[in-house]
């Protein structure tokens, strides 16, 4: 389709890793076939939490993975930034000057385990008293807590392939750990996944599996840029995931977890919410629907339903 736009290249601000510049090549192709008179220009941008190697708790890590390209959209060096929606500030925690202008289609938002190479395939059910689980996730610390109380989370950090090649060679300083099923795909390492983990109890992040282009709110040509590669069923579910985290004033580093489903033929929104106890406790959840036309009202909804039911104080929260 030809592109009604005449108008300056495109910058957009991404991570240098393997797995940011696969997706981000995805979507280049994508914006290239709808608008192929535009320029897109791909700039690499080293955010915080590539940088500094601690867990991401200690190193203020609510937006530990943009808040660099915040700063260069902002600023006006880039029009557009792209990130993985689970790595996003809560919409309560966000520059209300950056608004998300295109959602790709969800991938897969499992969680899988994966084993050092050579392993013999095992789940988390198999492994023995004491085996340490590499988790960069509070929620994944949780779960683990919660399900399999004998194995012992240990926080780690850096890119996927690094993780897995720290993993291989037995630096990484873990017998094992949790990955996202999407990204290994992403990096066409999916046969690394010796577990696919049930998502109905093994609950996936807020925003896992989805791929946003945001841009500055006073930016209507790379607003109307972006808007017609936006998938909306995507956009539905990730509004209300977004919402109910935004509630609850939940973040990448909150233990808890809301997933929503869609229905289009029901033409409804169903809105999973869990607040995990991070000492391994009695989780608090909530399932939360309605229509389609209104999912951000559906997880506000979700988000206080946990807090009327005390997610507060699992979440630290005085109220």
Same mark, same amino acid.
């Given at each position: ?14 991570? @240098?890793?393997? &797995?940011?510049?696969?997706? $981000?090549?995805?979507? #280049? ?6 608008? =192929? ?6 700039? $690499? ?10 867990? /991401? ?57 994966? /084993?050092?190479?050579?392993?013999? =395939?095992?789940? !988390?059910?198999?492994? *023995? ?13 949780? /779960? /683990? ?7 012992? =989370? ?9 993780? !897995? ?11 094992? &750990?949790?990955?996202?099923? #999407? ?15 049930? *998502?109905?109890?093994?609950? @996936? ?17 790379? %607003? ?31 233990? %808890? ?25 009695? @989780? ?10 209104? @999912?951000? +009202? $559906?997880? +506000? +909804? ?18």
């Amino acid at each position: 389709m030809t592109s009604t736009f005449t108008t300056r290249p495109v910058r957009l601000g991404t991570r @240098p890793s393997p &797995m940011a510049m696969e997706q $981000t090549a995805h979507f #280049a192709e994508l914006f290239r076939s709808r608008h =192929p008179g535009i320029c897109l220009e791909i700039v $690499t941008i080293v955010s915080e939490g590539d940088r500094h190697r601690d867990p /991401l708790s200690q190193t203020d890590g609510k937006g530990a993975f943009t808040r660099s390209a915040d700063t260069r959209l902002l600023d006006g060096r880039v029009e557009a930034t792209i990130s993985c929606a689970k790595d996003l500030p809560s919409p309560h925690d966000r520059a209300p000057d950056i608004t998300v202008g295109a959602v790709l289609p969800r991938e897969d938002a499992r969680d899988v385990l994966v /084993l050092p190479s050579g392993h013999s =395939p095992a789940t !988390l059910a198999d492994l *023995p008293p004491g085996t340490r689980v590499g988790t960069s996730a509070p929620r994944r610390a949780a /779960l /683990l807590r919660t399900l399999y109380p004998e194995l012992e =989370p240990v926080a780690i950090r850096g890119n996927a392939d690094s993780r !897995l090649s720290g993993l291989d060679s037995g630096t990484l300083g873990v017998d094992v &750990m949790i990955a996202a099923l #999407a990204g290994l795909r992403r990096l066409g390492l999916a046969e690394r996944a010796s577990q696919i983990l049930d *998502p109905t109890q093994w609950l @996936p992040a807020s925003g896992a599996g989805v791929i946003v282009i945001e841009h500055r709110s006073d930016d209507p040509t790379t %607003a109307n840029m972006l808007a017609p590669l936006t998938h909306h069923p995507t956009r539905i579910v990730l509004d209300a995931e977004r919402a109910a985290l935004a509630t609850l004033h939940g973040d990448c580093l909150t233990a %808890a977890s809301v997933h929503a489903v869609h229905d289009p033929a029901a033409e409804s929104v169903t809105v999973h919410a869990v607040v995990l106890d991070p000492a391994g406790g009695t @989780p608090i959840r909530t399932i939360a629907s309605g229509p389609d036309t209104h @999912p951000a +009202r $559906t997880g +506000r +909804r979700a988000g206080k339903q946990l807090l009327n039911a005390g997610a507060a104080a699992l979440l630290g929260n005085p109220s």
